[in-house]
């Protein structure tokens, strides 16, 4: 078994042909799902859940980002670029 195997079985997501993290997918959804619920509370007139939507935007954003930066670093010490492909 070589790296690029034990990557896809790491739970690899094979989306429009290209390998994809399946942690930051699930990321953007939620920052995605956050973001229209404040705007959806906004355009109702609560302020107040509004705001804290907006501020579990920023977190979740954040998880995010920090998902990427973390796993770049697993793949990048397994041999592997973005991609799914190897060095």
């Known amino acids: 078994m070589d790296k690029l195997d034990k990557f896809r079985l790491a739970g690899e997501v094979d989306l429009y042909g290209k390998k994809r993290n399946p942690f930051v997918l699930v990321g953007a959804v939620a920052t995605a799902g956050v973001l229209f619920a404040g705007i959806t ?8 859940m509004s705001q804290t939507m907006m ?33």
């Open 41 to 48: 509370a906004f355009r109702r007139g609560n302020t107040a």
């Open 55 to 87: 501020k579990a935007r920023v977190v979740t954003q954040g998880v995010t980002v920090a998902l990427m930066v973390a796993t770049s670093g697993v793949l990048s010490q397994w041999g592997l670029k973005f991609g799914g492909e190897e060095e």
